[in-house]
């Protein structure tokens, strides 16, 4: 009997254990914040070279368009210093037997001038220079020519001094030489331009494993060619050129502003002409032309057309001076306010530059220095005393929301603090295009005086209770997108822009969801 109760109560306890299939579920709240940020102009035009003037009363785009430079480039296409030494074997050394290692006391010098075009150097220094050099031999034997470049010398005063070996029978050895730092002395001692000399003192090689007897025949010939050179510094007559040449420039600032919207009463454009090259030189703009789509408003102003004398560099050896021209075109020097009329997006420029226009007048004292070019630059300086309007800002927002959730409602909550002088509109947007908000969520402008100078910001505070439709996509893209657009109150009033002025967002989302568990 104890056996079979003892079997009952087994029985119960395991009918007891059996697994609920029932679901499990609850509900639940998210408070989940999305995004927030301060954003300056720099952030809706996408330009970060906006500066506060001296006064500090506005922000005003500055840049320097660089249009023309031209620095040793202006020598390097005419520098050509390859050359052939040729030596011929003195008759009076022919049927003489020379032992392995014996230095013959006869010296081989040769003259080289170069056709640099209209320059005539005295002087040439190299940052860089390699030389590659094929030696032909008709000797049955190895020789070893010692050769010095008489006119090169490197920083401590010394000159160029080089073993260059020819093969061990006749044949083509080649090879490299490195004279990089040397500075060459081409006046073949105040004498000439462009001149170099080299001398070779010839030995018999150790390699030898017999006497070598010269013929009367016998002959070495060296070619050298520039493999590769980086001019430092030139002194001499650098020769006129004439460079004929059109520039374009883009200001992709002007893209994001509206025309209609713009007024610029103290713009300023500048012609920055820096002279770092010991020449003279002349300057010549045939037209300059702004553009703003298929319109074109040509410059009027009194250097258009007109020669322009550039004055050359001074080098005092421990105060160089570079010669610097600046020519202004303002609202009363030029037509600027109707140039700026058409919001031009680019800049043409048609220009000549005449170097040396007089000839040699330093009297081959011209000079150029690798780091001093001369340079012809333009500045802009665009205050930003204006109305904007259709500027648009676009941000894509993460976020993450749990995948086993059953959404039922989303409420989202955005704040906004507005330091701009104009209205502002936001929406939010899904992936897909959809709209979050039926219509645009506007915060007004900042608070102004009569001047449009800021006072105090505007704070918006907004809710947007979404529609079942759109929770679906919301909860799998984990993404929306914020678009701010900047919208003027007022087509008439035009307002300074300050570096503390910005509008702030803080985007939030409330959900409430429920989990189940099976």
């Not at 045939?286 to 080098?315: G, M, P, T």
């Not at 570079?322 to 303002?330: D, G, K, M, Q």
Request: with cysteine; aromatic share 10%.
């Amino acid at each position: 009997m104890k056996n079979l109760y003892f079997i009952l109560i087994i029985a119960t306890i395991i009918s007891s254990c059996k697994k609920n299939r029932n679901s499990v579920s609850w509900n639940t709240f998210y408070k989940l914040p999305i995004s927030s940020d301060t954003l300056n102009l720099k952030s809706f035009i996408n330009e970060d070279k906006l500066y506060l003037n001296e006064d500090g009363t506005y922000l005003s785009f500055k840049d320097t368009f660089e249009l023309y430079k031209i620095g040793i480039d202006i020598i390097d296409q005419s520098i050509q210093l390859d050359f052939v030494d040729s030596i011929k074997i003195p008759s009076i050394l022919s049927g003489i037997q020379f032992s392995p290692g014996f230095q013959i006391p006869f010296q081989f010098t040769e003259s080289h001038f170069f056709d640099f075009n209209s320059i005539k150097l005295k002087e040439l220094h190299f940052e860089s220079l390699i030389f590659n050099y094929t030696v032909e031999s008709s000797i049955d034997g190895k020789i070893d020519l010692n050769l010095s470049i008489l006119d090169a010398f490197n920083p401590i005063g010394n000159n160029f001094n080089a073993l260059i070996s020819t093969p061990i029978s006749q044949g083509v050895s080649t090879g490299k030489l490195n004279l990089d730092g040397f500075k060459f002395d081409l006046t073949k001692g105040s004498t000439a331009f462009n001149h170099i000399s080299t001398q070779f003192t010839i030995g018999i090689s150790s390699e030898n494993l017999q006497d070598l007897v010269f013929q009367n025949t016998d002959y070495i010939l060296i070619k050298f060619e520039i493999s590769s050179l980086k001019i430092a510094s030139a002194l001499g007559y650098l020769g006129s050129e004439n460079i004929v040449d059109t520039t374009e420039i883009k200001i992709p600032f002007m893209e994001n502003l509206n025309s209609k919207n713009f007024e610029i009463n103290d713009s300023e454009f500048e012609l920055l002409i820096k002279n770092g090259i010991g020449i003279d030189a002349q300057l010549k703009l045939n037209k300059i032309e702004f553009k703003k789509e298929n319109q074109f408003q040509a410059l009027d102003h009194l250097s258009v057309n007109q020669n322009i004398n550039i004055n050359r560099a001074l080098d005092l050896e421990h105060d160089f001076q570079y010669s610097v021209t600046e020519i202004n075109f303002n609202n009363s020097n030029s037509n600027l306010p109707q140039i700026m009329s058409i919001f031009p997006e680019k800049v043409n420029i048609d220009y000549q530059l005449l170097t040396n226009p007089l000839g040699n007048q330093s009297g081959y004292n011209d000079f150029i220095y690798q780091q001093h070019p001369l340079s012809l630059d333009l500045s802009v300086d665009i205050p930003l005393n204006q109305n904007l309007d259709s500027i648009v800002f676009l941000d894509t927002l993460n976020y993450e929301l749990p995948k086993n959730i059953i959404i039922s409602d989303v409420l989202i909550k955005l704040d906004f603090n507005n330091g701009f002088p104009w209205k502002c509109c936001a929406n939010l947007n899904l992936i897909s295009g959809e709209s979050l908000n039926s219509a645009p969520i506007c915060i007004n402008h900042c608070q102004v005086d009569n001047l449009g100078n800021f006072i105090q910001a505007t704070n918006s505070k907004n809710e947007l209770d979404l529609e079942n439709d759109l929770l679906i996509e919301l909860q799998n893209n984990n993404r929306i997108i914020l678009e701010l657009v900047i919208s003027s109150p007022d087509s008439t009033n035009y307002f300074p822009i300050l570096e503390n002025q910005n509008f702030y967002y803080s985007i939030n989302m409330d959900v409430n969801s429920k989990i189940n568990l099976n």
